[in-house]
């Protein structure tokens, strides 16, 4: 679900998985060869937000990141080179057509629960 009227992070898009923990979109973000993103990442034929919230999470990363379909990239920050538009965050996931998985060379940020 997108967020287009965010006043902070945390009052944005917020519910409950199918798992039972929180998960929260932040928004969608740009991304680049030197990665917003900068921790660990994994590619998946099953990739969702789900799947990689639940990837990072439990590596401990603060946020997740589902891009370009099948990508999923975890850090502890995601500001580095700004929001993009939401619109961009276009791409369908393969573990499930219905959700976005963000775009090419742009992330659809998610928080994972882990407080820092």
């Given at each position: 679900?997108?967020?287009?009227?965010?006043l902070?992070?945390?009052?944005?898009?917020?519910h409950?998985n199918?798992?039972g923990?929180?998960?929260?979109?932040i928004?969608c973000y740009?991304d680049?060869?030197?990665?917003?993103?900068d921790g660990?990442?994994?590619t998946?034929?099953?990739?969702?937000p789900y799947?990689?919230?639940?990837?990072?999470r439990?590596?401990?990363?603060?946020?997740a990141g589902p891009?370009?379909?099948?990508?999923c990239f975890?850090?502890?920050s995601?500001?580095?080179?700004?929001?993009?538009p939401?619109?961009?965050c276009?791409?369908q996931?393969?573990?499930d057509r219905?959700l976005?998985?963000?775009?090419?060379?742009?992330?659809?940020v998610?928080?994972?629960?882990?407080?820092?």
């Amino acid at each position: 679900m997108p967020c287009f009227a965010c006043l902070s992070v945390y009052q944005c898009c917020t519910h409950v998985n199918s798992w039972g923990w929180t998960e929260l979109y932040i928004g969608c973000y740009d991304d680049y060869r030197v990665r917003n993103l900068d921790g660990e990442y994994t590619t998946s034929n099953l990739n969702t937000p789900y799947f990689c919230i639940e990837h990072c999470r439990k590596r401990g990363y603060v946020y997740a990141g589902p891009q370009a379909s099948s990508y999923c990239f975890c850090g502890n920050s995601y500001e580095k080179y700004g929001s993009a538009p939401e619109a961009e965050c276009y791409t369908q996931c393969p573990g499930d057509r219905s959700l976005m998985c963000g775009g090419v060379w742009r992330l659809s940020v998610y928080a994972t629960g882990i407080i820092v």
